[in-house]
Every structure is written in structure tokens, then in C-alpha cells.
């Protein structure tokens, strides 16, 4: 094998500098957006939880199933239903804006029914975080840190995103599966990008899609 490959990438204090800084971002998102759920905070801390699931997925290339990072049940819950909320706030606005452009009265009704279900969706939000130790999240990561990260493991990451994307691109029929798991390859190599940028040219031939000119 190309010694190019089985160089050590990222040892483990390196990985873990990384983790922590994702995760006090989270964790600064988090705080804001229990005050009121406001939709930039929210957005903020999707966004830095994409980032720390890409860099776990990538960690965990060629790591044993039972050894691999796993950010836990309560954080993907409280993730999800932040999203819901987000989405019944993007819908709000994108409903009173339509009618505002086009002269219409506002559907007071429906409007009030979303307001209501994004209550709903607060409380359950409010119900989950009640639940959420960001020390013993930190912990659960760290503690799965392997001692090293291999350039090997970084290569095979780099093929593994290549092979999927390919496979999803010549679809004859894109469903809305297969376009979330496209925006899923992509924002994997867009967040980790920096972690793994000097391995892309020996990893992807010339005429990869993926690789950057």
C-alpha cells in the first residue's frame, strides 16, 4: 500500500480539539434558542450539529460498529423537533408574505393552527432539553475517540462519498429520498472539507465531480 495512506492523519488529541470546539458552539446555539426558540438560533444549531455529524462520520470510517461514535437519542430528538419548529416558522412567514405580495387576506385560521402546533412543538422541545447533560454529551464522544485517525481511513471516507453521490446522480428518477441523501453526501464533504482537503487529489481521479479546481 501507498505509504501516502497509512500515514497517521489526525492523532486523538486533535480529533478531540475538534469535538470540543463543535460542540461549544452547539452548546452556545443551544442556550440561545431555549430562551424563545428564535429561528436563527435555531438554524445555528442545526448547523453546527451537521458539522459534529459529518466529523463523526468520518472518525468513524473503519471502526468496528461497536466502537463508533454515536451522538446519542435525547440531542437527535431535541434536533429534530428543533427543526420542526423552524419549518412551522419558515411556513408562517412564507404564508403572510405570499398574501402581503399578492393583496390577499391572511388565513387567520390556518395561521393560528400552525402557531399553535409551534407551541406544541416548544414544549416537547422544552421536555427534551429537561433531559440533556451537554457534559455527559461531551463525555459520550470523547470517551469513543480512537488514538488515531489514518490517512487510509480518510481516503476511504473521500471513495465512500464519491461511490454514493455517482450512484444517486445517474438516478433516471430522483425521489425525495434520494435528493436528502445527495444534500446529505454533500454536506458531509462540505463540513469535514477542511479536515480532509489534502488527501482529495490522491483519493479522486481528475475527473471526479466532487473534486475542486
Not at 155 to 174: C, G, N, P, R, W
Request: glycine share 4%; proline share 3%.
Amino acid at each position: 500500500m501507498n505509504k501516502y495512506f497509512i500515514m497517521i492523519y489526525m492523532k486523538s488529541g486533535e480529533i478531540i480539539n475538534v469535538f470540543d470546539k463543535i460542540v461549544k458552539k452547539i452548546k452556545k446555539h443551544y442556550n440561545k434558542l431555549l430562551e424563545d426558540f428564535e429561528i436563527e438560533e435555531i438554524h445555528g444549531f442545526r448547523l453546527e450539529m451537521k458539522k459534529l455529524r459529518g466529523f463523526i462520520r468520518l472518525i468513524n470510517t473503519n471502526i468496528p460498529e461497536d466502537k463508533k461514535i454515536k451522538t446519542g437519542g435525547k440531542i437527535k430528538s431535541f434536533y429534530s423537533t428543533a427543526g420542526n419548529i423552524r419549518s412551522l416558522q419558515l411556513h408562517q412567514q412564507r404564508v403572510s408574505h405570499l398574501c402581503d405580495e399578492m393583496l390577499l387576506e391572511k388565513p387567520v385560521l390556518y395561521l393560528q393552527l400552525l402557531h399553535n402546533e409551534k407551541n406544541k412543538q416548544k414544549k416537547k422541545a422544552g421536555r427534551i432539553a429537561d433531559k440533556i447533560s451537554y457534559n455527559y454529551f461531551r463525555k459520550k464522544i470523547i470517551d469513543l475517540v480512537p488514538d488515531k485517525l489514518k490517512a487510509e481511513s480518510v481516503q476511504a471516507f473521500i471513495i465512500q462519498k464519491q461511490h454514493t453521490l455517482l450512484e444517486l446522480v445517474f438516478l433516471l428518477d430522483y425521489s425525495d429520498e434520494a435528493l436528502h441523501e445527495i444534500r446529505k453526501v454533500l454536506k458531509d464533504l462540505l463540513c469535514d472539507w477542511k479536515y480532509m482537503s489534502s488527501y482529495v487529489p490522491a483519493a479522486l481521479p481528475a475527473y471526479s465531480p466532487i473534486k475542486r479546481t
